[in-house]
């Protein structure tokens, strides 16, 4: 029920940007990601960690679809 509400939020416009936390990287996690960058809406990983694990499943992404690439440049960081 998590998840879809999650997902509901994000494709509605109501949320203009996604931060990602903690230090395992779901399932749950990356398909919000996906949805992030089918929307355009910048991702913002708050620690360095996530950031790693992030930034290496967009990449993926972005190797199974070169379309994609300009979506991916909308990762955002937080200085800790």
């Not at 203009?16 to 355009?40: A, I, P, Q, R, T």
């Amino acid at each position: 029920r998590g998840i879809s509400t999650d997902l509901a939020l994000l494709r509605s416009g109501k949320i203009d940007e996604l931060w990602v936390y903690g230090e395992h990287f779901s399932e749950g996690m990356k398909f919000e990601v996906e949805v992030c960058l089918e929307h355009n809406l910048p991702i913002v990983c708050k620690s360095p960690k996530i950031k790693q694990e992030v930034d290496a499943y967009i990449r993926t992404i972005t190797q199974q679809d070169p379309d994609s690439h300009n979506r991916a440049l909308a990762i955002a960081s937080v200085p800790l």
